[in-house]
Protein backbone atom coordinates (compact mmCIF):
# COMPACT_ATOMS: atom_id res chain seq x y z
CA UNK A 1 0.00 0.00 0.00
CA UNK A 2 1.40 3.51 -0.89
CA UNK A 3 1.91 6.22 1.45
CA UNK A 4 -0.65 8.17 -0.19
CA UNK A 5 -3.60 5.63 -0.13
CA UNK A 6 -2.43 4.20 3.44
CA UNK A 7 -3.25 8.13 4.48
CA UNK A 8 -6.87 8.20 2.76
CA UNK A 9 -7.37 4.95 4.67
CA UNK A 10 -6.35 6.38 8.24
CA UNK A 11 -8.23 9.82 7.11
CA UNK A 12 -11.11 7.30 6.13
CA UNK A 13 -11.14 5.28 8.85
CA UNK A 14 -10.96 8.38 11.15
CA UNK A 15 -13.80 10.45 9.81
CA UNK A 16 -15.55 7.14 10.70
CA UNK A 17 -14.19 6.49 14.31
CA UNK A 18 -15.16 10.23 14.93
CA UNK A 19 -18.16 11.24 13.31
CA UNK A 20 -20.45 11.36 15.92
CA UNK A 21 -18.60 12.04 19.62
CA UNK A 22 -15.21 12.28 20.49
CA UNK A 23 -13.15 9.13 21.41
CA UNK A 24 -10.32 8.48 24.05
CA UNK A 25 -7.29 7.48 22.79
CA UNK A 26 -7.30 4.15 23.98
CA UNK A 27 -10.96 3.62 22.77
CA UNK A 28 -9.75 5.30 19.33
CA UNK A 29 -6.39 2.92 19.26
CA UNK A 30 -8.72 -0.50 20.19
CA UNK A 31 -10.61 0.49 17.05
CA UNK A 32 -7.77 1.21 14.93
CA UNK A 33 -5.99 -1.83 16.09
CA UNK A 34 -9.44 -3.82 15.15
CA UNK A 35 -9.51 -2.21 11.77
CA UNK A 36 -6.02 -4.06 11.44
CA UNK A 37 -4.71 -0.07 10.77
CA UNK A 38 -2.21 -0.08 14.51
CA UNK A 39 0.40 -2.79 15.20
CA UNK A 40 -0.21 -3.94 19.02
CA UNK A 41 2.57 -1.98 20.62
CA UNK A 42 1.63 1.49 18.53
CA UNK A 43 0.17 4.44 19.62
CA UNK A 44 -2.10 6.66 17.39
CA UNK A 45 -0.29 9.35 18.66
CA UNK A 46 3.17 8.47 17.65
CA UNK A 47 1.95 6.63 14.28
CA UNK A 48 3.07 8.67 11.46
CA UNK A 49 -0.07 8.13 8.85
CA UNK A 50 -2.37 9.07 12.16
CA UNK A 51 -0.56 12.01 12.83
CA UNK A 52 -0.88 13.06 9.13
CA UNK A 53 -4.39 12.33 9.18
CA UNK A 54 -5.07 14.26 12.37
CA UNK A 55 -3.43 17.17 11.38
CA UNK A 56 -5.17 17.35 7.57
CA UNK A 57 -8.68 16.56 9.70
CA UNK A 58 -7.91 19.55 11.98
CA UNK A 59 -8.24 16.96 14.66
CA UNK A 60 -8.21 18.44 18.37
CA UNK A 61 -6.77 16.56 21.68
CA UNK A 62 -8.53 17.40 24.42
CA UNK A 63 -8.62 16.34 28.07
CA UNK A 64 -11.62 14.84 29.97
CA UNK A 65 -11.17 15.02 33.88
CA UNK A 66 -8.23 15.67 36.52
CA UNK A 67 -5.36 13.57 37.58
CA UNK A 68 -5.20 9.96 37.12
CA UNK A 69 -8.91 9.77 35.87
CA UNK A 70 -8.70 11.95 33.31
CA UNK A 71 -8.24 10.66 29.59
CA UNK A 72 -6.95 12.37 26.62
CA UNK A 73 -9.49 12.60 23.61
CA UNK A 74 -9.66 13.02 19.87
CA UNK A 75 -12.28 15.45 18.69
CA UNK A 76 -13.56 16.71 15.19
CA UNK A 77 -13.67 20.14 14.34
CA UNK A 78 -17.11 21.32 14.31
CA UNK A 79 -18.38 22.74 10.96
CA UNK A 80 -14.25 22.12 9.60
CA UNK A 81 -13.49 22.35 5.69
CA UNK A 82 -12.87 18.46 5.34
CA UNK A 83 -12.06 19.09 1.39
CA UNK A 84 -10.33 16.21 -0.02
CA UNK A 85 -6.50 16.28 -2.15
CA UNK A 86 -8.18 16.23 -5.31
CA UNK A 87 -10.74 20.04 -4.52
CA UNK A 88 -9.24 21.28 -7.50
CA UNK A 89 -11.22 19.16 -9.77
CA UNK A 90 -14.19 21.31 -11.07
CA UNK A 91 -17.68 21.25 -10.34
CA UNK A 92 -16.78 19.30 -6.96
CA UNK A 93 -20.24 18.89 -4.90
CA UNK A 94 -20.72 19.93 -1.55
CA UNK A 95 -19.25 17.58 1.05
CA UNK A 96 -21.49 14.77 1.93
CA UNK A 97 -23.18 14.18 5.61
CA UNK A 98 -21.42 10.51 5.10
CA UNK A 99 -18.16 9.52 5.11
CA UNK A 100 -16.23 7.29 3.04
CA UNK A 101 -16.35 3.68 3.62
CA UNK A 102 -13.30 2.44 4.70
CA UNK A 103 -13.59 -0.28 2.38
CA UNK A 104 -13.51 1.35 -0.53
CA UNK A 105 -10.22 2.76 0.23
CA UNK A 106 -8.79 -0.58 1.54
CA UNK A 107 -9.48 -2.39 -1.75
CA UNK A 108 -8.52 0.66 -3.81
CA UNK A 109 -5.03 0.53 -1.99
CA UNK A 110 -4.80 -3.33 -3.02
CA UNK A 111 -4.52 -2.65 -6.91
CA UNK A 112 -1.19 -2.77 -8.09
CA UNK A 113 -0.79 -0.68 -11.08
CA UNK A 114 2.29 -3.37 -12.45
CA UNK A 115 -0.37 -6.05 -11.72
CA UNK A 116 -3.46 -5.94 -14.06
CA UNK A 117 -6.70 -8.26 -14.23
CA UNK A 118 -6.19 -10.56 -16.82
CA UNK A 119 -7.22 -9.85 -20.15
CA UNK A 120 -6.68 -6.19 -19.73
CA UNK A 121 -4.29 -4.16 -20.85
CA UNK A 122 -1.55 -2.68 -18.82
CA UNK A 123 -2.21 1.01 -20.13
CA UNK A 124 -6.10 0.14 -19.34
CA UNK A 125 -5.31 -1.15 -16.06
CA UNK A 126 -3.15 1.82 -14.96
CA UNK A 127 -5.64 4.21 -16.00
CA UNK A 128 -8.72 2.14 -13.97
CA UNK A 129 -6.19 2.22 -11.19
CA UNK A 130 -5.94 5.73 -11.11
CA UNK A 131 -9.46 7.01 -11.45
CA UNK A 132 -9.85 4.66 -8.53
CA UNK A 133 -7.22 6.38 -6.61
CA UNK A 134 -8.45 10.14 -7.48
CA UNK A 135 -11.81 8.91 -6.61
CA UNK A 136 -11.44 7.71 -2.79
CA UNK A 137 -9.13 10.57 -2.07
CA UNK A 138 -11.75 13.36 -3.35
CA UNK A 139 -14.95 14.59 -2.17
CA UNK A 140 -16.99 12.65 -5.13
CA UNK A 141 -16.44 8.77 -2.55
CA UNK A 142 -18.39 11.09 0.44
CA UNK A 143 -20.94 12.08 -2.09
CA UNK A 144 -21.33 8.43 -3.64
CA UNK A 145 -22.01 7.17 -0.42
CA UNK A 146 -24.53 9.34 0.87
CA UNK A 147 -26.26 8.82 -2.32
CA UNK A 148 -26.56 5.11 -2.05
CA UNK A 149 -23.79 4.12 -4.21
CA UNK A 150 -22.42 0.61 -3.74
CA UNK A 151 -19.11 -1.00 -4.27
CA UNK A 152 -20.03 -3.09 -7.05
CA UNK A 153 -21.51 0.23 -8.96
CA UNK A 154 -18.69 2.03 -8.47
CA UNK A 155 -15.93 -0.51 -8.93
CA UNK A 156 -17.55 -3.71 -10.06
CA UNK A 157 -16.39 -5.80 -13.25
CA UNK A 158 -16.80 -9.11 -14.75
CA UNK A 159 -14.76 -11.44 -13.39
CA UNK A 160 -13.60 -12.98 -16.46
CA UNK A 161 -12.83 -9.94 -19.91
CA UNK A 162 -14.15 -7.32 -17.97
CA UNK A 163 -13.67 -5.07 -20.71
CA UNK A 164 -15.80 -7.03 -23.73
CA UNK A 165 -18.72 -6.23 -20.90
CA UNK A 166 -18.34 -2.70 -19.70
CA UNK A 167 -22.21 -2.32 -20.27
CA UNK A 168 -22.40 -3.94 -16.78
CA UNK A 169 -19.44 -2.57 -15.69
CA UNK A 170 -19.28 0.24 -12.31
CA UNK A 171 -18.78 4.09 -12.98
CA UNK A 172 -15.15 4.03 -12.40
CA UNK A 173 -14.51 1.62 -15.36
CA UNK A 174 -16.13 4.38 -17.16
CA UNK A 175 -14.41 6.70 -16.38
CA UNK A 176 -11.07 5.62 -18.45
CA UNK A 177 -8.97 9.17 -17.76
CA UNK A 178 -12.03 11.87 -17.82
CA UNK A 179 -13.63 13.61 -15.64
CA UNK A 180 -16.31 13.24 -13.39
CA UNK A 181 -18.62 16.30 -13.29
CA UNK A 182 -21.65 15.23 -12.16
CA UNK A 183 -22.98 12.62 -9.39
CA UNK A 184 -27.00 12.05 -9.02
CA UNK A 185 -28.56 9.13 -6.71
CA UNK A 186 -29.28 6.91 -10.49
CA UNK A 187 -26.62 8.76 -13.02
CA UNK A 188 -23.08 10.36 -13.52
CA UNK A 189 -21.93 12.88 -15.87
CA UNK A 190 -18.62 12.34 -17.71
CA UNK A 191 -16.84 14.78 -19.58
CA UNK A 192 -15.01 13.54 -22.37
CA UNK A 193 -12.59 16.76 -23.61
CA UNK A 194 -11.14 14.85 -26.45
CA UNK A 195 -14.78 14.77 -27.81
CA UNK A 196 -16.08 18.13 -26.39
CA UNK A 197 -18.79 16.38 -25.26
CA UNK A 198 -20.39 14.75 -22.40
CA UNK A 199 -21.50 10.72 -21.28
CA UNK A 200 -24.52 10.59 -19.14
CA UNK A 201 -23.64 6.96 -17.30
CA UNK A 202 -26.90 4.95 -15.82
CA UNK A 203 -26.18 3.22 -12.26
CA UNK A 204 -26.01 -0.36 -13.14
CA UNK A 205 -28.23 -3.10 -11.53
CA UNK A 206 -26.35 -6.13 -9.84
CA UNK A 207 -25.82 -8.61 -12.26
CA UNK A 208 -24.91 -12.08 -11.85
CA UNK A 209 -20.49 -12.71 -12.53
CA UNK A 210 -20.24 -8.87 -11.69
CA UNK A 211 -17.20 -8.88 -8.55
CA UNK A 212 -14.85 -6.15 -7.56
CA UNK A 213 -11.30 -6.13 -8.66
CA UNK A 214 -9.69 -6.33 -5.57
CA UNK A 215 -11.25 -9.66 -5.13
CA UNK A 216 -8.94 -12.15 -3.39
CA UNK A 217 -7.97 -14.88 -5.45
CA UNK A 218 -7.97 -12.84 -9.09
CA UNK A 219 -4.19 -12.85 -8.82
CA UNK A 220 -3.69 -9.11 -9.28
CA UNK A 221 -3.63 -8.04 -5.46
CA UNK A 222 -0.68 -6.25 -3.47
CA UNK A 223 1.07 -8.12 -0.95
CA UNK A 224 0.02 -7.22 2.56
Known amino acids: MNDRLSEAVVTAFLKTALADAALSVPKLEAKARAAGLLGDNQRVTHAKLFKRAKKSLGIRSTRAGFGTAGEWLWEMPRNADRSSAASSIT ?21 DHHRPIADVPRHRWRQFVEDCTNFVSSSWAEHAAALGWDDVSLFGCRHNHPLSYLGSAGLLWALNGCTLIELHRD ?11 QRIFYRRRVEAGITLPWTEGRGHLRDP
Open 91 to 111: RQPVRAERHIPVDWVKGVSCL
Open 187 to 197: WAVIDLPANKS
